[in-house]
């Protein structure tokens, strides 16, 4: 009552700002076709997959007006990736990607960071693990692109919030017929104090459908 008569606002807490998609959403948790784990698993390079999940923040990525990527990060040490071209409701996802972490590496001057962007992150072909994967992103001239530059926006579970500037690029191969396995490298700048906190972080991840997520909470 008070609030209404003097004009203050409530203040939306950090969970409602945080988008939701498929029924993920912060604090909320999903299971896996089990049997769709355990049978594409032995082809790539993760091991263990959990089947279920419990999302511990949410990252959104703005690529253009129209195009929205929505992350949901898992106690799993992974997260779900959503595409979204032309609104924010679910007819308009266009790809699903599970994604596991691989490696992250800290960089510590300017000069490896400069060298990191301009020939660490962004080449015509990647090896890992003996399995050798194309760049996917290229230009207007039809050449490997740059490193793609984004900031996420990132919302945790205990209502902070925090911003990444990322510059990456995406591999994949083929595994059989209509399945692929993706990696992407991306360079991750975040300012802390003043001071810039880099590192390459190394993720791979395969197609999911909306069908195999089963919302549990």
């Not at 008569?5 to 993920?24: H, N, Q, R, S, T």
């Not at 993760?46 to 990527?69: N, P, R, S, Y």
């Not at 990132?154 to 994949?172: K, R």
Request: glycine residues 8%.
């Amino acid at each position: 009552m008070f609030k209404k008569w003097f004009g203050k606002k409530e203040v939306p807490e950090v969970k409602d700002l945080a988008p939701e998609i498929m029924g993920l959403r912060i604090g909320g948790a999903f299971e896996l076709d089990s049997l769709k784990l355990r049978l594409i698993e032995p082809d790539l390079i993760i091991e263990g997959a959990a089947a279920t999940h419990l999302i511990q923040a949410v990252g959104v990525v703005k690529l253009d007006d129209t195009t929205t990527v929505l992350r949901y990060y898992t106690d799993d040490d992974g997260f779900i990736q959503v595409l979204l071209e032309g609104g924010m409701s679910e007819n308009h996802i266009s790809d699903v990607k599970l994604w596991y972490y691989y490696d992250t590496k800290s960089i510590a001057s300017d000069q490896q960071w400069d060298q990191v962007l301009s020939s660490g992150i962004s080449q015509g072909e990647i090896e890992l693990e003996g399995n050798n994967y194309s760049a996917v992103w290229e230009n207007a001239t039809d050449q490997i692109s740059a490193p793609v530059a984004m900031t996420e926006k990132t919302y945790a579970q205990d209502g902070s919030t925090a911003q990444t500037d990322q510059f990456s690029m995406l591999y994949e191969r083929e595994i059989k017929e209509g399945f692929f396995e993706y990696v992407m490298f991306s360079g991750e700048e975040k300012i802390i104090d003043n001071r810039a906190d880099r590192c390459l972080v190394k993720a791979t991840g395969f197609d999911l459908q909306p069908a195999d997520i089963d919302i549990i909470g």
